[in-house]
């Protein structure tokens, strides 16, 4: 039973102290709930607004691709820097320690490999979503290919649905059909398109007036890297990105695929969060690599 002496009348009410109501740091989520934006904030850095994602999900689409041949040692070393690690169940499960206290975004999309119709994908269960204890969903949604859109955009809606209903927040990752011209005008479609559907993070690529592509998505966006590219190259596009409006990046290949994943993944860190320019972010790169 709860003691019944001793009990204080509280007179510390701030009186002089309105509650607050100040909005939420980032963009279009103000109406979301606690636990979604409790999930987020864990993701985006509250002093930059701002991200940067570790993606290595690529093997569920093409297997063991170069620098991920191995994740228990070419990418558990490189979490630690991230601010998130995106990437799919089972690699998580048994590459990543369950110590490990940085936020999970989980590909929850599943069920093609590069080698057949890419997208053809069924969501992983919820259950399982529960028991990786995420902190957001992602899934593809491709525009412009006949065969696949409706299905992405379905499993899409599906996927927030789920997560509206257990606070996780959705990343949707944007595609355009293969015949299709990777410009603003089409990730800017498919980005809005997820935000449409509910995405709390939309994932897109980086091209001229991108601008543009994050002023019509009302959420945050983030940038994949793409191909790799040399280190300079990679941080101008993040550089790039940032001065658009991105709330960073979900990079992948031109971190671990660097010669030096560990400076790399700081030097894109320092773009990201401290405003450091490419020439500068390669600087560091420079600098932490010969350090070893
Ligand atoms: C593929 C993905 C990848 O995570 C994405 O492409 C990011 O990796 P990279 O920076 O290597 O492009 O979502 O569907």
């Known amino acids: 039973m709860a003691d019944t002496d001793d009990i204080r009348e509280g007179n510390r009410f701030g009186l002089d102290t309105p509650a ?92 093609t490999t590069i080698l057949t119709q890419m997208n053809d994908n069924v969501l992983v269960s919820e259950d399982e979503v529960i028991r990786m204890n995420v902190s957001a969903m992602a899934a593809m949604l491709s525009v412009g290919e006949k065969e696949t859109e409706a299905l992405t955009i379905a499993n899409f809606s599906a996927l927030v649905d789920r997560g509206m209903k257990l606070g996780i927040p959705v ?15 089409y990730f800017g479609m498919a980005s809005r398109v997820c935000a449409e559907n ?38 101008e596009l993040c550089r790039k990105a940032i001065d658009c409006g991105a709330a960073g990046v979900d990079m992948g290949r031109n971190v671990f695929q660097s010669e030096a994943p560990v400076a790399m993944i700081q030097a894109v860190a320092g773009v990201v969060h401290d405003g450091l320019s490419p020439e500068e972010g390669f600087q560091k790169f420079n600098d932490l690599k010969a350090q070893g």
């Not at 606690?34 to 850095?45: A, C, D, P, Q, T």
């Not at 690690?85 to 929850?108: D, H």
């Not at 995405?199 to 994949?224: D, L, Q």
Request: charged share 25%; hydrophobic share 40%.
């Open 20 to 111: 607050s109501t100040e909005g939420f740091y980032l963009k279009g989520l103000n109406n979301t709930d606690w636990g979604l934006k409790n999930r987020l904030s864990r993701i985006f850095n509250q002093k930059s607004g701002r991200t940067v994602m570790l993606a290595f999900d690529h093997g569920f689409l093409m297997g063991p691709t170069s620098g991920l041949e191995r994740i228990d040692i070419n990418i558990d070393p490189l979490a630690e820097y991230a601010d998130c690690l995106m990437g799919c169940r089972g690699m998580i499960r048994a590459n990543i320690s369950p110590t490990c206290s940085k936020p999970v975004c989980m590909r929850t999309d599943t069920g």
């Open 198 to 235: 509910g995405a709390s993070i939309v994932k897109t690529y980086y091209t001229e007036g991108f601008e543009k592509v994050v002023a019509a998505t009302p959420v945050p966006v983030v940038i994949a890297g793409g191909k790799k590219l040399p280190e300079l190259e990679a941080l």
């Open 171 to 185: 990343m949707g990752v944007t595609a355009v059909g293969k015949d299709m011209a990777r410009d603003a005008r």
